[in-house]
């Protein structure tokens, strides 16, 4: 299984990412997907997830109304649209994949994870 995270990069405060994941060697359509980010010295946490069909879509108090999640099963690709950037959402944004059907929003769930990919937001 391989999770392949892009799109990151260096923005000002008010600007906007799209972060794409593709993923491969899994039933992509059958796994929920998850975006988690990591900041120096702070534990993971969880930023968004997609159930199978889309039709539920979870998100972390801090990004609610900013960010969106959306998933192409088509492509094998979930997507993570970041508006509104503040410098607090510098981190790493990790894409993660799990078997079950349950949105879960936790890290310890997930089956698969992607490398990672910087997003650093100037202020």
């Known amino acids: 299984v391989q999770l392949q995270a892009s799109g990151g990069g260096l923005v000002q405060t008010g600007g906007s990412l799209r972060l794409s994941c593709v993923a491969s060697g899994l039933a992509f359509s059958t796994h929920v997907m998850g975006w988690f980010r990591q900041a120096p010295g702070k534990e993971r946490e969880f930023v968004a997830a997609i159930s199978w069909s889309g039709g539920s879509t979870p998100y972390g108090d801090s990004v609610k109304g900013r960010f969106t999640i959306s998933r192409d099963n088509t492509k094998n690709t979930v997507y993570l649209q970041m508006n509104s950037l503040k410098p607090e959402d510098t981190a790493v944004y990790y894409c993660?994949?799990?078997?079950?059907?349950?949105?879960?929003?936790?890290?310890?769930?997930?089956?698969?994870w992607g490398q990672g990919t910087q997003v650093t937001v100037s202020s």
């Open positions: 993660a994949a799990e078997r079950s059907a349950v949105v879960f929003t936790t890290v310890s769930p997930y089956d698969y």
